[in-house]
Every structure is written in C-alpha cells, then in structure tokens.
C-alpha cells in the first residue's frame, strides 16, 4: 500500500493535470486509502472532475468529497431559470426519452428521475445536466425498467469487460440471476470498479447490478 504521503501527492498531480482546475482550489488530505477533497469552486464541472481525477489515481479506495459550490453574480440563476435550462437540454439528447425524464430544483441542487430503458440513457441524462450554470448539485435517481425480455448473457458481459484496456487483467467473477448482475473480486481504482459496473450495465436486460469490487493496491 502507498504511504499517506505518496498517495497524497498522486492526487494532488491528478488535479493538478485536468485542464479545468486550479490545484489551489482543492485540498487533498490522505488516510488509508480514504481521500478528502476541500475547498471552494465556482462550477459543479470543477467539482465532478475533482473527483473523476481522484478515482482514477490507483491506491484510492473511497473518497469524501466536500468541495463547495460557490457562484459569483454573474453565474447565479433561481431555481426555475436552472429548471428550465435542464428540461431543454434533455429535450435536445437524443438518447434520453426526455418526457419520460422529470425533473425536481431545490436550492440550485437538481434531482432528475423517472423511469428509462437502458443505463446509457440513465448516464445520457445526467451528463447533459451537469454542466449547466448554477448547478449546485446532482442526484440522479432515475430507474432502469426495460421492455426488453432478452436473458442476460453472462459470458458476454465477462468478455466485455476481459477486454476493456482499463480492467482487463483483473480478477472479477460475474454472477447473473434473471435480471440482476452481481460483480465481485478485486481492482486497483474507483474508476475501474465503476468501469465494470457500467459495462455489466450495458448488457441486454440488465434491471439492477450489485457492484461489490473491493479496491485493493
């Protein structure tokens, strides 16, 4: 395992790397393996890739994340002007069946559900959302209910996910029982857990998957 210190540093040179941020904007504190991210920026853009960048960075095992969300007048909106924009632009994605799509604005933090066919249409939503101006916060509470009665092929997802660059050449045991994917074993990252719960996702009359990876360095 890294020394507090080693993984402290590799975090701090994940953040310093992405474009967006200015690597005195968030501070990075490491313990056992546990991240905690601080401090203040002015989009929810920053703050998400604050994040994407610390689970990316082999030896993190969890994050806390408590960056804050602080807008200068320029960027501020009321929560109907941040509705609004939210229901246009998933009027515009192509992937998202956007009537089946609502949306709820409470204090510029903004709840999308309802029901979708597939997880991709799921993730389509949320990231066309999360970039808008004046975005506080995000949850993202839309469910999967597809028409689909394909069996799920569970040598097809563990074939997708042997050949995916990230996770390849990770021990992961795929289980399928009717609609339900069960992951376990072990990776080195949050993203790579992620990446593997995404690909399961992807299969063909997927309703839930239960991600257990444990992420070990």
Do not use: C
Not at 35 to 62: D, H, P, S
Not at 94 to 119: I, M, P, Q, R
Not at 153 to 178: C, F, L, P, T
Not at 185 to 191: A, D, L, P, R
């Amino acid at each position: 395992m890294k020394s507090n210190e080693s993984l402290q540093k590799d975090v701090q040179d994940a953040i310093k790397y992405e474009p967006l941020l200015n690597a005195a904007e968030i501070g990075v504190t490491a313990k056992d393996g546990i991240i905690t991210l601080t401090g203040t920026v002015n989009t929810y853009a920053k703050k998400l890739e604050a994040e994407e960048a610390t689970k990316k960075t082999n030896g993190v095992k969890a994050v806390i994340e408590n960056i804050i969300v602080h807008f200068g007048e320029e960027t501020r909106k009321s929560d109907i002007e941040i509705a609004s924009d939210a229901l246009s632009v998933l009027r515009w994605n192509w992937e998202v069946t956007s009537k089946d799509v609502k949306v709820k604005v409470e204090d510029g933090w903004v709840t999308l559900y309802g029901e979708l066919s597939w997880n991709f249409q799921k993730d389509a939503a949320e990231k066309s959302v999360r970039n808008l101006t004046g975005l506080k916060g995000l949850s993202n509470n839309i469910t999967i209910k597809s028409n689909q009665k394909d069996s799920v092929e569970q040598k097809d997802i563990e074939r997708a996910i042997s050949n995916n660059w990230s996770i390849g050449d990770r021990y992961i045991s795929v289980a399928v029982a009717d609609s339900n994917v069960t992951l376990s074993g072990s990776v080195k990252s949050i993203f790579e857990k992620e990446e593997a719960g995404r690909i399961a996702w992807n299969a063909r009359g997927v309703f839930t998957v239960d991600n257990n990876l444990v992420v070990e360095y």
